[in-house]
């Protein structure tokens, strides 16, 4: 009996399940329909993972590993994606703190192998070798000390926060340190043995053993001697036939070993190997004790062997956690490699239409992403792309691609384009046009590894910080799927995979589907395709569509949840950019492709004509909407224009007051010295008073007093004189007589006072004989003053200033003034401005490597550089400096003064 199926939607199940196939009549086949959903939804997930490359992106990461269990699962894209949105946060924030390790030291993982096989043979009831045995203790040994090793690397406590989500790998893992320790009592690994101490028997058997093989060794070499003297062999030789000891004599001899047993002879037959009676105990008592060592190595064997059948449970979830965290290792090495930032997910997308439709906030929002498939091309063609500065990265890796890990370039490079994506959150579907070989596959392959890798905990290629929404399936119907054998042509193939991806998506589902309704008739495709972008509307997180059909770009006039986005297709050289225009409508530009490629101009001529006869209709709209988005950007321009009119003239009245308060400061300057000047010269012709009343007296009482009190007197005077002079206020009239002459031009690096900072000493930094204001610096402020409000310095403050730069050089500070090395050239003077100084504040090091090099380079010879590289976690400043060591034209470098260790200048040859 047949059973007819109709779909429902249920909002409130979880994930795939968002939609079940119920029957129309009856609950019937429930289970069924279950089971046959999710079977539809894997093999649609591996579908998308297989056209998608996934595998390509899981074998570059395969080779960051550091175990064989790592590699395997990676290599064979075995790995785990976040079952839930917390989930692949929790894979990111381990990633993030692996890069941490991965930046500070390396971590051992060299003695852990994969005892996966191992635990089954043990489990299985079969006895254990000690070699595999030993493997076992290796594993448990290695895993701990990884282990005690995360924890010392996370030892101090301002550190342990940002190791914590590695910590949280191992913490709960029991290392079985007694199993490990009672395989090492029992055996020597080094030499592959049981040792004598694995039990009292083994050790009182292998005590009579040696002690029998003593007594046996005497008796064979007195026999064998006995032989040598009767000349019954060249030289005495005592050796083993048949497990036996036994000695060698010749076989006309042989009646020298009375009584004796033959138990081979060589193969010349001249030689026999006789047991003498007298040995015969002995060797039959050796053969019972070894018979009795092998049975007790063997119950010792058996013993591990149970102990790890056991203990399988905790080893196979202690094994787990070491590719859990191999892997987290790996990745952060492998988003290093390519110089990837860490992705954060955008809140759900899809609460109704009423509640978002108002909401212009991006839920996709990727700077310069990159493919990563093209990008792992562009890295591997130059070998300096395939260094890594990973301490753990190569570690396991012994193939082709084998990476060198005492340096890392990873700079990002021009190929491929990267690209913006931007989708706002209120966007249901997004229809991409333009030409063919523009990149829109591409695009739509991006956006869905970068969907795939943020779910795996991966860092994406890009910049700054990216963010996209998590979805819980990546659903994609990309290339032919023409089949023969099923009998599908390509668009049977193409619409029977879209049907499959309609039952089993949800409102966390991102659909990729490629020139979605091709392969038949346009007018129904268009149908077709706009029929199934209304339903994926409604039913998905986010869908993307390539196409070339230009009606569908027009469902965004008349529906908000849709958008356009085009790629940009250069006219003046009739070749793509590979870029996306979030936003247009993109034109096929077949018929200029066409005539790039070299076809008649005639039948490109006819071409055109035949456009416009079919579609007059159709070319009008678009020129009306061109001449309506030529309007809107018109419009656009016009009120930046006028904000930046607004800005200018603000600005303008700013600079109109600042320059009002600097000339009314000159005049209260002038004023102010020149009453400074009246009152200390009113003060002078005071002292100068006192100081001639106190002599005049001094000489009246001369006249008086006899010569015994002029001592006396003197010191008295000179008290008077003292007690004037304490009495007088300070003055410092240096600074008011200085060469201010209208002919005065102050030079380059020369110190300066600026009445404009309040007589403050400031140097020059930038002057021009051509302008009438000069650029000075006092401290760290730099400012532009007109040349009339500097003064000179007087001989005595200039002397004063050489004596405090002379100062500041003792105590380890570096003078203003000019600057020779060893070798005797200058370099003029150290002084900072804009164009003598890199930041490389915020950057990572490649980046950070590449301006720092720019900078030298454009230098010029006896020139200083600056460099701002700042303290942070001090990975910027040490790979300034290495590199300063070792610059070919870098004379010497020091620090930009004791205060600041955060700036380096460089001396360039």
Not at 112 to 141: M, Y
């Amino acid at each position: 009996m047949e059973i007819s199926y109709s779909f429902i939607s249920i909002r409130k199940t979880p994930r795939i399940f968002a939609r079940v196939l119920r029957p129309a009549f009856s609950l019937s086949g429930t289970h069924e329909s279950v089971s046959v959903r999710i079977s539809t939804s894997q093999a649609l997930q591996n579908e998308t993972l297989r056209v998608l490359e996934w595998s390509s992106i899981c074998k570059q990461l395969s080779t960051f590993t550091s175990t064989s269990m790592g590699f395997d699962v990676a290599h064979n894209a075995n790995i785990r994606f976040g079952r839930t949105k917390e989930e692949s946060q929790k894979l990111l924030d381990q990633t993030t703190a692996a890069e941490a390790v991965v930046i500070s030291r390396q971590l051992d993982f060299s003695g852990i192998e994969d005892v996966s096989g191992i635990l089954n043979s043990a489990t299985s009831g079969k006895l254990l070798t000690i070699a595999e045995l030993c493997s076992v203790r290796r594993s448990l040994k290695a895993a701990r000390e990884l282990f005690e090793e995360l924890q010392a690397l996370a030892g101090d406590g301002r550190s342990s926060d940002r190791f914590m989500p590695l910590l949280e790998i191992l913490q709960n893992c029991d290392f079985l340190v007694e199993l490990e320790r009672k395989i090492e009592f029992c055996i020597d690994c080094n030499y592959s043995t049981v040792l004598d101490r694995a039990s009292e028997d083994l050790e009182l058997i292998r005590l009579e053993k040696k002690r029998n093989m003593e007594e046996l060794d005497s008796l064979l070499k007195a026999v064998s001697s006995k032989i040598y003297q009767a000349g019954g062999i060249d030289r005495p030789l005592i050796t083993k036939r048949r497990a036996r000891m036994c000695v060698a004599v010749r076989a006309t001899h042989k009646n020298l070993v009375p009584g004796g047993i033959v138990l081979s002879a060589s193969s010349s037959g001249a030689t026999y190997f006789i047991e003498p009676k007298e040995a015969v105990d002995l060797n039959n008592m050796d053969v019972r004790l070894s018979n009795s060592e092998k049975a007790e190595e063997i119950a010792i064997l058996s013993m591990l062997t149970n102990e790890i059948s056991e203990s399988e449970n905790h080893i196979r979830y202690l094994l787990d956690r070491i590719l859990e965290l191999d892997l987290a290792l790996a990745r952060a090495a492998y988003g290093r490699w390519m110089s990837g930032v860490c992705p954060c997910f955008s809140p759900k997308g899809y609460e109704g239409l009423n509640s978002s439709i108002n909401d212009n906030t991006l839920s996709v929002d990727i700077d310069a992403i990159q493919n990563p498939l093209l990008l792992n091309y562009a890295l591997k063609s130059s070998s300096d792309n395939v260094l890594s500065s990973s301490a753990n990265v190569g570690q396991f890796d012994k193939r082709d691609n084998a990476i060198n890990s005492e340096g890392f370039s990873g700079s990002v490079t021009d190929f491929p384009v990267p690209i913006d994506i931007k989708i706002k959150r209120q966007t249901r579907v997004v229809v991409i046009s333009g030409p063919n070989t523009g990149g829109k596959t591409a695009s739509i392959k991006t956006l869905g590894l970068a969907s795939l890798m943020a779910k795996a905990g991966m860092y994406l290629p890009a910049k700054n910080l990216p963010k996209l929404p998590w979805f819980d399936l990546v659903l994609a119907d990309i290339g032919d799927h023409q089949s023969l054998e099923q009998n599908f042509s390509t668009f049977s193939g193409h619409i029977s995979r879209i049907c499959k991806i309609l039952e089993v998506s949800s409102d966390e589902s991102l659909v990729l589907i490629d020139e979605i309704g091709s392969g038949t008739d346009p007018s129904e495709g268009v149908a077709l395709s706009t029929s199934i972008l209304h339903y994926l509307k409604k039913c998905v997180n986010l869908a993307i569509v390539t196409t070339h059909y230009a009606d569908l770009t027009r469902i965004k006039d008349s529906d908000s949840s849709f958008t356009n986005a085009a790629v940009e297709f250069s006219l003046e050289t009739l070749k793509p950019t590979y870029k996306i225009l979030w936003g247009s409508t993109g034109e096929s530009n077949a018929l200029s492709i066409a005539q790039s490629i070299g076809f008649d101009p005639a039948i490109i001529e006819r071409a055109k004509k035949w456009m416009v006869s079919l579609t007059p209709e159709r070319q009008d709209e678009r020129r009306g909407l061109l001449f309506k988005s030529l309007m809107e950007e018109r419009d656009k321009l016009e009120a930046q224009r006028r904000e930046a009119a607004l800005i200018h003239a603000e600005i303008s009245a700013l600079y109109n007051e600042i320059r009002d308060e600097a000339e009314d400061l000159d005049k209260r300057e002038r004023a102010l010295i020149a009453l400074e000047t009246k009152r200390a010269r009113q003060e002078t012709e005071a002292i100068k008073s006192k100081i001639n009343t106190v002599v005049q007296e001094f000489e009246e009482k001369l006249k008086i007093v006899g010569a015994d009190q002029f001592n006396s007197l003197i010191r008295e005077g000179e008290s008077k004189i003292a007690s004037i002079c304490e009495a007088c206020p300070p003055t410092d009239n240096s600074r008011l007589v200085v060469a201010n002459k209208s002919s005065y031009t102050p030079q380059l690096g020369e110190q300066v006072f600026v009445t404009g900072l309040g007589n403050k000493l400031a140097t020059v930094v930038e002057t021009s004989d051509d302008e009438e204001t000069i650029l000075v610096q006092y401290g760290k402020i730099k400012a532009r003053v007109k040349k009339r409000s500097v003064k000179a310095l007087s001989n005595s403050e200039k002397t004063a200033s050489a004596k405090s730069s002379s100062y500041s050089k003792k105590q380890g500070g570096r003078s203003r003034e000019l600057v020779s090395t060893s070798d005797g050239e200058s370099y003029g003077a150290v002084v900072q401005t804009s164009k003598n100084t890199v930041d490389l504040r915020g950057m990572r090091i490649e980046e950070a490597s590449y301006h720092l090099d720019m900078a030298i380079a454009s230098r010029g010879p006896n020139s200083v550089l600056f460099i701002i590289h700042g303290m942070g976690t001090g990975a910027v400043k040490e790979h300034v400096l290495e590199t300063l060591r070792k610059h070919r034209r870098v004379a010497k470098y020091d620090q930009e003064s004791p205060m600041n260790y955060g700036c380096t200048v460089a001396f360039i040859k």
